[in-house]
C-alpha cells in the first residue's frame, strides 16, 4: 500500500525496484546554436547508463542532435493536427521523422504563454502516441496556489484533464514542475517533492491500471547540488531539467545520482 499523499517518507526510493529506470531529461528551451551539438556528444559519451537519458533541443537542431546518434532525442512541443495550415508549428509525426523518440507537454510556458489549456495538452499527448513519442505531460502550480494550499487540488484537475485514458507505462510520464521554482533557483523542500509525487502516484494507480509503474519526473530548479537528494525521494523516477542540460558537466552531474533500478 502506498503511503497518504500528505505523509509520505523522502528516502524511500530503493523500495520501488520493480519500475523502469530513472529518466533524465533535459529541456534546452529556446537555447542552442549548432555550436552547442558537441554538449550532446558529450553527454552521450559520457554518462553512467544507470539512467535513461533523454535531451530535448530546439526544433531547429533536432535532426542534427539525432544524428549524434547514442542518445534518445525529444521536442519541446507539438501540435495536435498531423498537418496543416499552421504556420509556425510541428506535428508530432515531423518530429519523429527527424529522430525525436518523445516530446514535453503542457509545460507552464506553453500554458502561460501560449495559452494551453487542459484539454490542448490532452489532444497533442494522442497525437505524440499516434506518432510513436513519449509523451512527457507537465504538471504543477504558482506560488499563489501553493500559498493558497491549493497545490494537491491543482495538480489533480491538470492531470485528470491533461493525461488521456489510454496513458500507459511506455507512452506517458508525468513531470511535476512547480511553476514558482522554474528557473528561480528555489527548490520544494524534500517533504514537500513527497508530498506531491506520492499524490500524483495515487491519482495515477486509481485510475490507470500501469498507474504504478508510470514515470514521475521532479522539474523546477535542478542542478547538481540538489540532484542526489531529489532522485532518492520516494516516487521521483528522474528528473526534467532545464539550465543544467545546456552544459554536458552539469548534466552528467546530475545523471550520475540516478538510482539503479532493474
Known amino acids: 500500500m502506498r503511503p497518504a499523499a500528505g505523509k509520505a517518507k523522502a528516502r524511500t526510493a530503493k523500495g520501488n525496484p520493480g519500475r523502469m529506470r530513472q529518466l533524465i531529461a533535459g529541456n534546452w528551451k529556446m537555447h542552442g546554436l549548432a555550436a552547442q551539438l558537441d554538449e550532446i556528444a558529450a553527454i552521450r559519451d ?20 539525432a544524428a549524434i546518434g547514442g542518445i534518445a532525442i525529444g521536442g519541446q512541443d507539438c501540435r495536435a493536427e498531423i498537418s496543416g495550415a499552421f504556420t509556425g508549428d510541428v506535428s508530432a509525426e515531423m518530429l519523429a521523422d527527424a529522430g525525436a523518440a518523445a516530446v514535453i507537454l503542457g509545460h507552464s510556458e506553453r500554458r502561460q504563454y501560449h495559452g494551453e489549456r487542459d484539454n490542448d495538452v490532452t489532444q497533442k499527448a494522442k497525437a505524440a502516441w ?22 494537491l487540488d491543482i495538480v489533480a484537475r491538470q492531470i485528470a484533464g491533461s493525461v488521456p485514458d489510454a496513458a500507459t507505462a511506455q507512452n506517458t510520464a508525468i513531470a511535476y514542475e512547480p511553476v514558482w521554482a522554474i528557473g528561480t533557483g528555489r527548490t520544494p523542500t524534500a517533504q514537500q517533492i513527497a ?24 522539474g523546477g530548479s535542478v542542478k547538481p547540488s540538489n540532484a542526489r537528494e531529489i532522485l532518492s525521494i520516494a516516487n521521483v523516477d528522474g528528473a526534467l531539467v532545464g539550465g543544467a542540460s545546456l552544459k554536458a558537466g552539469d548534466f552528467l552531474a546530475i545523471a550520475a545520482h540516478a538510482l539503479p533500478r532493474s
Not at 535531451?55 to 537542431?61: E, F
Not at 506518432?131 to 493558497?148: D, M, N, P, S
Not at 508530498?195 to 521532479?218: C, E, K, N, P
Open 130 to 151: 499516434r506518432a510513436g513519442l513519449l509523451a512527457i505531460i507537465c504538471v504543477g502550480e504558482t506560488e499563489a496556489e501553493r500559498e493558497a494550499g491549493h497545490m
Open 195 to 218: 508530498q506531491m509525487h506520492a499524490h500524483i502516484r495515487v491519482l495515477l494507480t486509481s485510475r490507470f491500471a500501469a498507474g504504478s509503474d508510470m514515470r514521475i519526473l521532479y
Open 46 to 65: 559520457g554518462h553512467t547508463r544507470h539512467a535513461d537519458i533523454l535531451i530535448c533541443p530546439p526544433a531547429t537542431l533536432l535532426s542534427r542532435a
